[in-house]
């Protein structure tokens, strides 16, 4: 059997095709359709699809004609950097821990997708980590023009006075919304 790898042609057992002629945008658009034809959502698919343009105007401006052999792990570590200082196609700043997260999550499907249908031998995602979230754990109270706000709207419509008491419970007391909703008479004294 005849293989082709990296653009050399070898006698061997097993065949290893590198489709160094077939462009990443084509590929692309194989796996847009794949999602297509396995019931992903047409909202997840539009996300996929932002998602994998931006890398693919990213990696072609690196390399003009891009193909799937093309992407290696630093290739991915390069463009999470491009995301983190210049992501923003807008503004030319960095995108957000989260939006980062899910673009490379969107690289990770495709990859994987790529990998399974062999159109690559291995996939250089596995290695390339998502960026840590910073979670901020203070509290965020309202303020008082929206505590009014928010009781002025209770108190209208055919049950008003138990809105406006459920709203000024959870205000008062500090409960969550499930603990309100458990609440029994006797639990109150």
């Known amino acids: ?8 042609l070898t006698w061997g057992v097993k065949v290893h095709i590198m489709f160094k002629n077939k462009l990443l945008a084509k590929n692309l658009n194989d796996f847009l359709e794949w999602l297509k034809n396995n019931d992903h959502s047409p909202n997840t698919i ?4 932002l998602d994998l343009n931006q890398f693919v105007t990213w990696i072609e401006n690196i390399i003009p004609k891009a193909c799937m052999a093309d992407i290696g792990t630093l290739t991915l570590q ?12 807008k503004t030319n700043k960095g995108l957000s821990a989260s939006t980062i997260n899910r673009m490379i999550q969107s690289l990770r499907k495709f990859l994987n997708w790529a990998y399974k249908k062999n159109l690559i031998e291995r996939d250089p995602s596995q290695d390339l980590k998502l960026k840590t979230l910073q979670k901020n754990f203070s509290p965020k109270a309202l303020d008082k023009a929206e505590i009014h706000k928010m009781l002025t709207l209770a108190g209208r419509g055919n049950s008003s006075q138990r809105n406006y008491a459920l ?3 959870l205000l008062q007391t500090g409960l969550r919304i499930g603990e309100v909703e458990n609440l029994k008479l006797e639990d109150i004294y």
Do not use: P, T
């Open 167 to 169: 709203f000024q419970l």
């Open 78 to 89: 390069q463009y999470r950097n491009h995301l983190e200082r210049h992501g923003n196609q």
């Open 46 to 49: 539009k996300s996929y699809e």
């Open 1 to 8: 059997l005849c293989v082709l790898r990296h653009g050399m």
